[in-house]
């Protein structure tokens, strides 16, 4: 069967992504990722994320991506066509993730607040792409709990900066092993010489984040061909390098994305999932089930190197009757990522 609707996917590809072949610039790929709310003057719910993605060079097909220990790749092959005209990448993430309530300097559980989460994780991304399409498709193992050394990159770097100390800790949702996967898809259904836009479908499932998330993706200026990345913390969204350089020169443009979220789970407002935990037996926070975001980037793509700046706003996540006067119900945050091509 799912052979079956692979070739009814593959029939339906065929004419457009042969006319959309391109030749791309075959490099690997570091990108060191950080995101952090303090450009807000915010500590609460997402806080910190550092993570490290490592893509291979482009290839012809899925199975000839080398260049990053990818194991998996079998099980998510399903999902991404074979087809003359599109790029075959693969990556792997490692990182991590610190979520806190806004009072960290209360040594108590705050039960009508979000809970301390550490997360760590690592991953594997598989994806096709051109100017016009990209399928994607990932899994990401990890762990939540005192395992994840959340506590301790927190209070390092609050020593650093002369930050208050980060107290209740002891609270923090208890080890739990974390299963996800992703898939993604884009297709641009404009562009010019200065703006192109792009539709965007994101699905989600597993103990860390289950939700569906279609999207608007647009871009302005001089672009390199592909997709341009949204930053999401690990453990948020799918990782990936879908940019292809015709040419070896600079670029600089500038992005828009606008996205509508479902969370059917969400272990950060949730709690635990099978493990029995404090804060997720007594908390009083109502999650909101629809999220909208919106993210506005700037970005600088050269030959070798490349960064990227980005904002991330929302709408309110959780319900504001009940929460502390400190509490923003919101979870804003900036990204910046840098990169080498090598």
Avoid: C
């Amino acid at each position: 069967m799912k052979i079956h609707s692979k070739a009814l996917l593959t029939k339906f590809l065929t004419v457009p992504l042969i006319a959309a072949a391109t030749h791309a610039e075959s490099a690997e790929n570091i990108r060191l990722e950080l995101s952090n709310d303090v450009i807000f003057s915010s500590d609460n719910q997402f806080t910190n994320g550092t993570s490290v993605i490592l893509s291979s060079k482009i290839a012809n097909s899925l199975e000839n991506t080398n260049g990053t220990p990818a194991f998996g790749k079998s099980l998510v092959a399903w999902a991404i066509p074979e087809q003359s005209g599109l790029n075959y990448r693969e990556s792997l993430t490692i990182g991590q993730n610190i979520q806190t309530p806004a009072n960290i300097e209360k040594s108590s559980l705050i039960e009508n607040d979000v809970p301390y989460i550490g997360y760590l994780g690592w991953g594997n991304n598989f994806y096709a792409f051109n100017n016009d399409y990209f399928f994607g498709a990932q899994w990401l193992f990890g762990w939540v709990g005192e395992e994840a050394l959340a506590e301790e990159t927190q209070k390092s770097v609050h020593e650093l900066i002369d930050g208050e100390d980060p107290n209740g800790w002891d609270n923090q949702l208890d080890f739990e092993p974390t299963l996800n996967g992703y898939l993604s898809f884009k297709r641009r259904y404009y562009q010019n010489s200065w703006f192109d836009a792009a539709l965007t479908a994101d699905l989600a499932a597993g103990n860390i984040m289950t939700f569906i998330q279609p999207g608007l993706e647009l871009r302005f200026g001089d672009r390199p061909q592909g997709f341009h990345f949204i930053p999401d913390p690990i453990g948020r969204g799918m990782d990936y390098d879908a940019t292809i350089f015709p040419s070896p020169r600079t670029y600089i443009y500038a992005s828009a994305t606008f996205r509508a979220t479902y969370f059917a789970w969400s272990m950060p407002f949730e709690g635990n999932l099978f493990i029995d935990n404090d804060w997720t037996d007594r908390n009083t926070v109502d999650i909101n089930r629809f999220v909208g975001q919106g993210i506005l980037g700037l970005h600088w793509e050269g030959p070798r190197f490349g960064a990227h700046l980005s904002f991330l706003f929302t709408t309110p996540t959780v319900e504001e009757d009940n929460l502390p006067p400190s509490e923003d119900s919101r979870n804003n945050f900036g990204s910046l990522m840098v990169e080498y091509r090598f």
